[in-house]
């Protein structure tokens, strides 16, 4: 494909379109991050550590599984060393997992990771923030996942929600022992907390 050229007064032109662009979308960033900082609040027990933020990462380690999800694991692998970095802005950072805590303090030491590692087994903690479906629900359609409502498939049609657990969500509660906003797909990479 050939790429257009031009003179430096066709590209000043277009150049200026694209910054007008630009500037929308950074307004429009900055109205969708005031509009997640006034969602209504969930209560949610005390993981905060002293500090006001807390930062919760749905790790994918059913009671069942063996090890941590491959993808979680590479993820979670960052977590030593940015956890040090998000103390220093008041927030703490912790994985929750639905497998017992001696299987997960198991796989922590195993893995070298040093981060804090809940265990909501016996808990609606999972299901709560839509991380964790039953195979009923997956085969009756029940799963309300991305704000919307997944239709019936058999479990095997749905490979990552096979084990019961569900992707990786982000909480971040601030302030209070309230839950203020999650993120699920689609831009997972887009997160950021606001500072």
């Not at 590209?11 to 630009?22: F, H, S, T, V």
């Not at 960033?29 to 949610?44: G, I, K, M, N, Y």
């Not at 797909?185 to 887009?190: D, K, L, T």
Request: with cysteine; charged share 25%.
């Amino acid at each position: 494909m050939e790429h257009a050229t031009g003179t430096h007064e066709e590209w000043l032109a277009a150049r200026l379109d694209l910054l007008q662009a630009e500037k929308e979308l950074t307004r429009r960033s900055d109205e969708v991050a005031r509009r997640r900082r006034e969602l209504p609040w969930v209560r949610l027990a005390d993981l905060f550590r002293g500090r006001s933020q807390l930062l919760v990462y749905h790790f994918m380690f059913g009671p069942d599984y063996t090890a941590g999800c491959p993808a979680c694991s590479t993820i979670a692998d960052g977590f030593n060393g940015f956890a040090v970095h998000l103390a220093h802005h008041d927030v703490m950072l912790w994985a929750v997992s639905r497998a017992p805590l001696a299987k997960l303090q198991a796989y922590k030491r195993r893995m070298g990771w040093t981060f804090p590692w809940a265990s909501s087994s016996g808990s609606d903690f999972n299901r709560d923030f839509n991380a964790w479906f039953s195979v009923e629900q997956q085969r009756e359609g029940g799963i309300e996942y991305n704000y919307r409502r997944e239709p019936a498939q058999p479990v095997g049609d749905i490979p990552s929600r096979t084990t019961s657990d569900g992707p990786p969500t982000f909480a971040a509660m601030c302030g209070t022992d309230s839950a203020t906003y999650t993120r699920e797909r689609p831009g997972m990479s887009a997160f950021a907390l606001d500072a």
